[in-house]
């Protein structure tokens, strides 16, 4: 999906997905959520996050990150 909404997929597929979207209601609802979003925060000035948030966000996503390699194994 990020790819299709980044403008980053062929003419063939775009028209596959926009085909699909227009006709599965859960589909609909999370592109147009996904797009509104995004729109939200392209136009918001970046932010920084407190030293002690970004901290722990880089040991969350470590641990996620290693427990996926677990599961890979």
Known sequence: M???LDDAVDQA???KLEAH???CPNCFVIVD?????LQV????EPQTIPEDIHARL???LEKRIA???K???
């Open 2 to 4: 990020s790819d299709y």
């Open 13 to 15: 597929v775009r028209q």
């Open 21 to 23: 979207v227009s006709q």
């Open 33 to 37: 959520t996904t797009k509104r979003t």
């Open 41 to 44: 925060y392209k136009g918001m």
């Open 58 to 60: 880089m040991v969350a």
């Open 67 to 69: 427990a996926k390699k």
């Open 71 to 73: 599961e890979a194994c």
